[in-house]
């Protein structure tokens, strides 16, 4: 939607009002819990109410703050009434305690960066009484040993406000926390959100919307207070990083459809916001506000809203596979930090400056973000940006786990969703999501597919990337970003795949490899089918048999939108198939997805080649692969119709080395 840039900062104020007006008649009496309707999370009604609270105050602190307190809505009335009844201990209305809800240390974080945007207008204003019930409600987060990722800075900034409004606070908490995300740290922009088995391996949208915003906001509300240097040291990571995500955004608006929390859908706005409101980010301003826009509009017109203005729990439309435990009516809230830009005055040049093209729009691009592991194409005629993913999988490497669909899938691009049947947030609800799209695996006799977390990153290089996992079958295959329950399992061969990925098309070479105690035992993984799934798409099922065609070792889907998804069997994958979706993909009832496979058991010590393709039309001109062998290694050289040349290289496995697996649960 065409706007100009005065019409573009009233499109965002009016988007935030309609959000912020719509909570209301779902608050109580005095505003202290915003009790959303839907089914509550596994924290409870009483914790969902706070949350309703908390993350719509952060968006009122925005709101605000860029107004410079111009209230027509009463916003400062409003919230300040539901602070000072949500810290009564002896209100009906009271948060809870952290000891009561950990959730509510989450919310606190919001809590206090809205407090401190807002502190002329409320926290000033505020009864000496109220103020200090705040301070005493967050004093408990003192020396509290928090859990070990993104959290550490919701502990971070509630100490740094409470410091400055005479609260409790702890140099030694403040200490770790600035040295934990110093380790978490893993070069060129990128965080982990923590370490999964010590190392850097989970890379999501959190690095974006938590491990860059709260180290930033934690330096604005201490100021000159805050340790020295601490300030710019944040300012670099995050302008090296807005490189990257710059090229992470579709040309449709959309963001990757890729990790957990995805219902917080616009929160992957922060980043950018944040870059320029901290004067850490190579963007133009124009260019930030093009990006945001498009997210915006992306959400809006897919109906992220309801019919009462609230937003659901979903992508677009409501959906629950992509739920987690903690998801509750109120969490789509964290949507808030999609709309930092309002803290920015009308006047400053993320406002007034025009926008320029999106940069998936200015042309095709390849890039190799070397700290997550991904290679990056974004192709200017349809808009999509893909990432084959070799890197975090978000599992402890000495553990087996069931593949979490948000982290396990070789692929994810910002116009298609991972398949995610079933429900997370109930015991059990995911435990059918057999790996299917862009997924490489085994099939059993019985038919079912094994996993592949964790897995090992072997090389990055250029447009070509290589993993290594064990394949195994979980008993209970119920999935979750922690890893799911333990379980017993069936272990089975390794499986070892190459990607080389340029426009539209990725090679993905597959090695599958027996292990010594197979051998021993005569051989007892043998007999498994390789299957190598493309990307799933939304499909129309009145649109009859021409949205999916299968021929030969190609099978090919178009999607509702356009898209087409294309695997085509290059080299000992003859036979292709088409897997049909019901209820279990977000951004669409039905869904469909094309494979291939081998027509009897996995040769191995041999290579698998397909081809897999995803783009507004059929994948053109293909790469010429062909095979060979090097040593005890298996290479694809791949040239591409430009003359461009990759090849892939796929090591043996030593299997002689210490399997911590062996001493896992078996089947």
């Known amino acids: 939607m065409n706007r100009t840039p005065t019409q573009d900062r009233a499109h965002w104020e009016r988007t935030a009002d309609r959000m912020l007006l719509a909570v209301r008649p779902y608050a109580t009496a005095e505003h202290a819990l915003i009790g959303l309707p839907g089914v509550p999370s596994h924290n409870g009604a009483h914790s969902d109410g706070l949350e309703g609270f908390a993350r719509t105050f952060l968006l009122a602190g925005f709101r605000l703050a860029g107004a410079g ?41 919001s809590i206090a960066i809205a407090l401190h945007e807002t502190r002329p207008w409320i926290w000033d204003r505020l009864d000496d009484r109220v103020r200090q019930r705040v301070l005493d409600w967050l004093a408990p987060m003192v020396g509290d040993p928090m859990p070990g990722n993104n959290w550490i800075w919701f502990q971070g900034v509630t100490e740094a406000f409470a410091r400055t409004a005479g609260g409790q606070w702890r140099q030694q908490d403040l200490d770790r926390v600035i040295a934990l995300t110093d380790g978490w740290y893993a070069g060129e922009g990128w965080y982990s959100d923590g370490l999964t088995g010590a190392a850097h391996r989970n890379f999501d949208h959190y690095n974006g919307w938590a491990m860059h915003l709260y180290p930033l906001w934690f330096c604005r509300i201490l100021g000159d207070a805050a340790p020295a240097g601490l300030l710019d040291r944040y300012r670099a990571r995050l302008h090296r990083f807005l490189a990257d995500q710059r090229l992470l955004i579709g040309g449709n608006g959309s963001p990757l459809v890729h990790g957990r929390s995805l219902t917080y859908r616009h929160a992957a706005l922060a980043p950018l916001w944040t870059g320029a409101l901290f004067d850490a980010t190579p963007l133009a301003p124009g260019e930030t506000r093009a990006l945001a826009g498009r997210m915006l509009d992306h959400f809006t017109d897919h109906g992220a809203t309801d019919e009462h203005g609230l937003l659901t729990l979903g992508w677009h439309r409501p959906f629950r596979g992509i739920l987690q435990g903690y998801s509750g009516p109120a969490s789509p809230y964290w949507a808030s930090k999609g709309f930092i830009g309002l803290a920015l005055p009308p006047e400053h040049p993320v406002w007034t400056e025009e926008e320029p093209p999106l940069p998936v729009e200015q042309g095709d691009f390849t890039r190799t973000l070397t700290a997550p592991g991904w290679l990056v194409s974004g192709t200017a005629a349809d808009g999509v940006v893909r990432v084959v993913n070799h890197g975090g999988d978000h599992a402890d490497p000495a553990r087996p786990h069931a593949d979490d669909p948000g982290y396990a899938r070789f692929a994810y691009s910002t116009h298609t969703a991972p398949e995610t049947p079933g429900d997370p947030t109930v015991p059990g609800g995911s435990a059918d999501a057999d790996p299917l799209d862009n997924a490489v695996v085994l099939l059993d006799a019985a038919g079912r597919a094994s996993h592949r977390r964790p897995a090992e990153r072997i090389s990055i290089d250029g447009a070509t990337a290589v993993s290594r996992s064990r394949a195994h079958w979980p008993k209970d295959a119920t999935w979750d970003v922690f890893g799911g329950p333990d379980t017993r399992y069936t272990l089975g061969p390794w499986i070892t795949t190459g990607s080389a990925l340029r426009g539209s098309v990725e090679v993905r070479a597959v090695r599958v490899d027996g292990c010594a105690e197979d051998r021993a035992d005569g051989g007892a993984a043998a007999g498994h089918r390789l299957r190598v799934g493309g990307w799933a798409l939304a499909v129309d099922p009145r649109s009859g048999p021409g949205a999916v065609t299968v021929e030969g070792a190609v099978a090919r889907v178009e999607g509702t939108d356009g898209l087409v998804s294309v695997v085509i069997g290059a080299h000992r994958l003859p036979r292709a198939d088409s897997v049909a979706g019901a209820g279990s993909n977000a951004l669409g009832a039905s869904s469909a997805t094309p494979v291939v496979a081998t027509e009897g058991p996995v040769a191995h010590g041999a290579i698998h080649i397909a081809l897999i393709h995803l783009g507004g039309t059929g994948p053109g001109d293909l790469p010429q692969v062909t095979t060979r062998a090097e040593g005890d290694a298996l290479l694809a050289d791949v040239t591409w119709p430009d003359g461009a040349h990759d090849t892939i290289r796929l090591p043996a496995p030593d299997d002689t080395a210490y399997d911590p697996w062996k001493d896992q649960l078996r089947a």
Do not use: H, I, S
């Not at 009434?81 to 809800?101: H, I, K, M, V």
């Open 69 to 109: 307190g111009a209230d027509p809505l009463d916003l400062a009335g409003w919230y300040a009434a539901g602070l000072a009844a949500g810290t009564d201990p002896a209100n009906p209305e009271r948060w809870p305690t952290f000891a009561e809800r950990g959730q509510a240390k989450v919310e606190a974080a």
